[in-house]
């Protein structure tokens, strides 16, 4: 049931270059996961520079924060593991604190590793939340427990990242074992351009296309919003054919010719 949620980094298919604007939050994320991997030398000063254990990405809906997660993981070639509220309750009904447990075993295991916990204000929310049920909070203390365990017996072989629309639910506790927090924005104009070439670099454009109008049309939209836009725009040729051959095939049952090729036996009428 665990391994389900581990992605080897070969096959998690997102990495920085898949990811349009957000130069900032990509050159910090480099700078505190991968290079203290590359260049440990660099880190082993004193204090201060120590890899770091817990990273947050916050911000809106759909502005890349799970892709930011998966290319952290790809680029540095660790696991990628998923979890979140959703996946404990449909699959771990009950069983939290085994499935957490589990979770950080394995991710030792496996290391070097991401543990991507989605959505933490639900699974990580504040502790004095009033009828908190008594297995979320035993929940809550294994993955703490866990976690601070890592940073002795794991050094810089184990990541957490976590992600949350809202910051300001999270458990004072959590806070202070995520000490870098990333905020991860909703794109401006010359970002959402930056976001649709990147969504669009692998499909052929009609002529005359400016992403330049687009992105000054779409204020307010995500990364999300724009693939969607998107994917909508290149669903329109698909219903132009549809709707031509429609027309096509009206005109020859009107006239009382064979159908089109296209349409073949007669049940298709
Ligand atoms: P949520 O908070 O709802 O979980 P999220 O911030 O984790 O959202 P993602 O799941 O990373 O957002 O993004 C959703 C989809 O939107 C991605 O799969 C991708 O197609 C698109 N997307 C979002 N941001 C970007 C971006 N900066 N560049 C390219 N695509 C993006």
Known sequence: RLLADVIPPNDIGVTFDDIGALENVKETLKELVMLPLQRPELFCKGQLTKPCKG???????????????????????????????????????????????AVFTLASKIAPSVIFVDEVDSMLGRRENPGEHEAMRKMKNEFMVNWDGLRTKDKERVLVLAATNRPFDLDEAVIRRLPRRLMVN??????????????????????????EVFANMTDGYSGSDLKNLCVTAAHCPIREILEKEKK?????????????????????R
Do not use: C, H, Q
């Not at 070639?77 to 309750?89: Q, R, Y």
């Not at 909703?186 to 992403?211: F, T, Y």
């Not at 159908?259 to 073949?264: A, D, E, F, I």
């Open 55 to 101: 990273i947050l990405l916050f911000g809106p809906p759909g502005t890349g924060k799970t892709m930011l997660a998966k290319a952290v993981a790809t680029e540095a070639g660790a696991n990628f593991i998923n979890i979140s509220m959703s996946s404990i309750t449909s699959k771990w009904f009950g069983e939290g604190e085994k499935y957490v447990k």
């Open 186 to 211: 909703l794109p401006d104009a010359s970002n959402r351009e930056k976001i649709l070439r990147v969504i669009l670099s692998k499909e052929e454009l009609a002529p005359g296309v400016d992403l």
């Open 248 to 268: 096509e095939k009206n005109l020859a049952i009107a006239e009382g010719r064979p159908l089109p090729t296209l349409y073949g036996s007669e049940d298709v």
